[in-house]
């Protein structure tokens, strides 16, 4: 059974850094392609970072590119977002997502960024609130 597990939120002042961490069972890490949505009250839900564990390959939206990291931890099967210099636009609830075979999934940022139904499993999600 797939498992995502997200931690890591909280209430960070602008120009402040938090990591989130998703913690992932239930399914073969390598070959994998896992991503990070966000989704802020009366918005629709975008995503903010994806990867694909079997290259290390990455995408950014635009938004986050330059502040956020994405990055795998394969020996503990855990996904993390590090985030600095947030802003008040960064406040969403984040949730981390997995294809689990998902070459087919990396394939297409190629052409189109990716996109919540590329993605099967969802976490539950974890807060993160930048204000002053």
């Known amino acids: 059974q797939v498992q995502l597990v997200e931690s890591g939120g909280g209430t960070v002042q602008p120009g402040g850094s938090l990591k989130l961490s998703c913690a992932a069972s239930?399914?073969?890490?390598?070959?994998?392609?896992m991503a990070w949505f966000r989704q802020a009250p009366g918005k629709q839900r975008e995503v903010v970072a994806a990867?694909?564990?079997?290259?290390?390959?990455?995408f950014y939206s635009d938004s986050v590119k330059g502040r956020f990291i994405i990055s795998q931890d394969n020996a503990k099967t855990t996904l993390h977002l590090q985030m600095n210099n947030l802003k008040p636009d960064d406040t969403a609830q984040y949730c981390c997502?997995?294809?689990?075979?998902?070459?087919?999934?990396?394939?297409?940022?190629?052409?189109?960024?990716?996109?919540?139904?590329?993605?099967?499993?969802w976490g539950q999600g974890t807060q993160v609130t930048v204000s002053s």
């Open positions: 997502a997995v294809e689990v075979d998902g070459m087919d999934t990396c394939a297409a940022w190629n052409f189109r960024p990716p996109k919540s139904a590329d993605f099967h499993y």
């Open positions: 239930g399914f073969s890490f390598n070959g994998a392609s």
């Open positions: 990867i694909y564990i079997g290259s290390a390959r990455t």
